[in-house]
């Protein structure tokens, strides 16, 4: 019998570099199914290049990810890896939901069009399931009374709401969400974070955030992850990271961002 169950994401020895800098230097990492890991470091870490490389937006230079046991970005063909483009990748990357810093939505598309655009595009679902599909989760976020909204119409906690409906809008096996409250205003970060509370809880969403909300971290992460000059400096339960960090790079950050 096969007992083993694939992780969600399962990086290793991830490596890139920009020219002459290298910004990871050898990054695994496992994600279980349901788990949510958040990813701390100061700026330059490589926390967004990270997030880059799981989906191939960013093509590592050494390493491999596996996105549910399959090679991320790649197709083994004759004893190698081919890699993928064009619909293979895209196909592929649908699977990974990602939510940036700013908001990235269509300008010129209302929030239902927003959020029915990659079903219909990707999955090619007919407009009446990709409508039904968009209302449920545009509910889900809290903006039901907002379906035929314009980006330009809403505060930016409210597009991020959005753009978490949008992401979800793919059925993603998986959630990155790269600092999705560092850009608002501090009235409207608690909404996003309960959204993606909701997610974990509610969902099981498998996810993996990158975010300095300490007590988000505290009270939703399984495992926290200190990421510092490429590499994980150290990693956890939020806990122990938090209030016990072993290592001198993690308790001067933590100072620096708490004071
Ligand atoms: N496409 C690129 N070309 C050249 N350098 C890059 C590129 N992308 C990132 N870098 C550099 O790589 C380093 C790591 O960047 P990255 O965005 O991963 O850091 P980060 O930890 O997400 O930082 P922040 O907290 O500021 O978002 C930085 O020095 C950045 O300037
Ligand atoms: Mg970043």
């Not at 330059?44 to 549910?68: I, M, Y």
């Not at 890699?83 to 939505?105: C, D, H, P």
């Not at 990709?130 to 809403?154: F, H, M, N």
């Amino acid at each position: 019998m096969n007992t083993t169950v694939t992780n969600p994401i399962r990086a290793r020895g991830i490596r890139k570099a920009f020219g002459p800098l290298e910004v990871l230097k050898g990054v695994d990492l496992d994600l279980a199914s349901g788990e949510v890991v958040c990813i701390l470091g100061p700026s330059g870490s490589g926390k967004s290049t990270f997030l880059r490389c799981l989906n191939h937006l960013e093509k590592p230079d050494a390493g491999l990810v596996e996105l549910n046991g399959e090679p991320m970005g790649y197709r083994p063909e004759d004893g190698k890896f081919r890699e993928l483009s064009g619909r293979a990748l895209q196909k592929q990357r649908a699977t990974i939901g990602m939510v940036f810093q700013r908001f990235n939505l269509f300008p010129h598309l209302s929030v239902m069009q927003n959020v029915m655009e990659a079903p219909r595009r990707v999955l090619k679902l007919s407009r009446k399931e990709a409508a039904e599909r968009a209302r449920r989760l545009i509910e889900r976020v809290g903006l039901a009374e907002k379906l035929d909204t314009y980006p330009a119409a809403l505060s930016g906690g409210q597009q991020q709401r959005v753009a978490i409906a949008r992401a979800l809008a793919m059925e993603p096996s998986v959630m990155l969400f790269d600092e999705p409250t560092s850009a608002l205003d501090p009235e409207l970060v608690g909404e996003v974070l309960d959204v993606m509370r909701s997610l974990s809880e509610v969902s099981a969403m498998s996810m993996i955030v990158v975010t300095h909300e300490i007590s988000f971290a505290k009270s939703v992460a399984d495992r926290v992850i200190f990421m510092d000059g490429g590499v994980i400096v150290e990693q956890g339960k939020p806990d122990e990271v938090l209030s016990r960090p072993t290592q001198q790079r993690t308790q001067a950050f933590l100072r620096r961002i708490l004071e």
